[in-house]
């Protein structure tokens, strides 16, 4: 296996973009790249793909984390300030920065909640075992996967399993990359936009 399929796992594993919406269903997958790519680089084959372009709604964005840059059609939060909901159990909001960064939160969770609905649907996704497949297979596997959870959120979204979920976010102590710089014009035009947010 090719080295770069290597991440911070000893064995080689893929990176998945996925975007979700509130439903828990996914809008969105790309599935394949080695795991050791940047979520920056992934996201630029996502947005310059031919065949299955990630679209940006106009005038719309997704909520994305510290791992990506801030630009238009992406808001991240802001940098230096509390962000984990855990973080505010104890003291709320302060800020029109922190007050932000807490909804922004609240709501970029439904992808971690669709992330772990899906791995405990399909365990060999969540399992850590190093794969026996073929990375083209695996990537296959998680599309595969991602269809069969749209169909069951809408049939039989299990609410006991999502709010198993829930509960493990909800003690987790996740936390995401560092923080990208950012300084193109592109950026500043989302940072005013995300100022305009959180002053609102």
């Known amino acids: 296996m090719v080295q770069r399929y290597r991440g911070r796992k000893q064995y080689p594993t893929i990176n998945v973009l996925a975007a979700c919406g509130f439903d828990l269903k996914f809008t969105y997958v790309l599935s394949g790249w080695e795991g050791s790519a940047s979520d920056s680089r992934v996201l630029n084959s996502a947005l310059e793909n031919r065949i299955d372009r990630l679209e940006v709604p106009n005038g719309k964005y997704y909520l994305v984390d510290s791992g990506y840059q801030l630009r238009r059609g992406f808001l991240t939060p802001y940098r230096k300030t509390r962000y984990h909901l855990k973080e505010y159990g104890v003291l709320a ?54 269809i069969l959870h749209n169909y069951l959120m809408g049939v039989d979204p299990d609410r006991e399993l999502i709010e198993e979920v829930d509960r493990e976010l909800l003690s987790s102590n996740e936390s995401y990359g560092g923080y990208l710089s950012n300084s193109t014009s592109e950026s500043r035009e989302m940072e005013e936009f995300r100022d305009s947010l959180a002053n609102a």
Not at 93 to 116: K, Y
């Open 93 to 146: 909001p302060q800020n029109a920065r922190e007050i932000f960064n807490h909804r922004h939160s609240s709501l970029r969770n439904a992808i971690e909640r669709a992330f772990g609905v899906l791995k405990k649907r399909f365990a060999m996704l969540g399992s850590g075992n190093e794969p026996f497949y073929s990375v083209r297979t695996q990537a296959d596997i998680v599309l595969a996967a991602c």
